[in-house]
């Protein structure tokens, strides 16, 4: 079935680059998504990726798809106290809506 | 305008009482979510509407009744819960639902955290 992966924990200083990994295993996945959610908020939508895309950069955002290993990765360069938080992955299952999401990453940034 | 709105913010039910947690939109979508997330993991899919009629039901306890009264609201009517089932209750919406290989952003609310004594 499908699945998500992430790892659980990210700790960088601020100023630093940080990078965020997910591999997933739904081939016939066309989306892909970052959410972030702050403590006690609602999940913010950050990017997304098509599929047949390798790269996508929104300001201080950089998406990585590796289509072939199943692998996505998410950049946030000189990262801040601010970008603390619970960051998810997320394929959209192509059955009705349905979201697969990953364990999430929790980042620390550390002044 | 990506907002979707969510009331009330915080919930405290005794396992008798009886409440509704409501979530509205503007944005013209035509699909509307409901998820349950435990602290620190993700979201679990609960119901999902499109275009106002049930489409997904995740074989969630009939204490959970979702309705769908038009395009902009959905409601999530709670009774007899239990302690375990206190969590972030999150709505979202998309402008329809995934079809064939087309896939819809979902756009989700702040939650109503709701808390069973």
């Known amino acids: 079935g499908e699945d998500v992966e992430q790892s659980l924990f990210l700790s960088v200083r601020e100023g630093d680059s940080s990078v965020i990994n997910c591999t997933y295993t739904?081939?016939?996945?066309?989306?892909l998504y970052w959410y972030k959610q702050e403590p006690g908020a609602g999940l913010q939508l950050l990017t997304y990726?098509?599929?047949?895309?390798d790269m996508k950069q929104d300001q201080r955002l950089t998406v990585l798809l590796n289509k072939k290993d199943k692998h996505l990765s998410l950049r946030i360069a000189d990262t801040q106290t601010g970008d603390s938080a619970i960051y998810f992955c997320?394929?959209?299952?192509?059955?009705?809506?349905?979201?697969?999401f990953g364990q999430g990453t929790e980042l620390s940034v550390k002044p | 305008d990506t907002e979707v709105t969510q009331t009330p913010k915080h919930l405290v039910m005794g396992m008798t009482n009886k409440k509704s947690l409501k979530c509205e939109q503007h944005m013209g979508h035509r699909a509307m979510y409901w998820y349950k997330q435990k602290a620190k993991k993700p979201p679990e899919l609960m119901f999902v509407?499109?275009?106002?009629?049930?489409?997904i039901n995740e074989s969630v306890p009939s204490r959970f009744s979702p309705e769908c009264p038009n395009s902009s609201l959905l409601n999530l009517h709670l009774h007899a819960l239990q302690p375990e089932d206190s969590a972030l209750y999150l709505c979202?919406?998309?402008?329809?639902?995934?079809?064939?290989?087309?896939?819809?952003?979902?756009?989700f609310g702040p939650g109503t955290r709701l808390t069973v004594l």
């Open positions: 979202a919406s998309s402008q329809r639902l995934a079809g064939g290989t087309v896939t819809d952003t979902q756009y």
């Open positions: 509407y499109s275009y106002e009629k049930l489409s």
């Open positions: 997320a394929e959209a299952y192509n059955q009705g809506g349905k979201l697969i």
């Open positions: 739904d081939s016939s996945s066309t989306y």
């Open positions: 990726i098509f599929s047949n895309m």
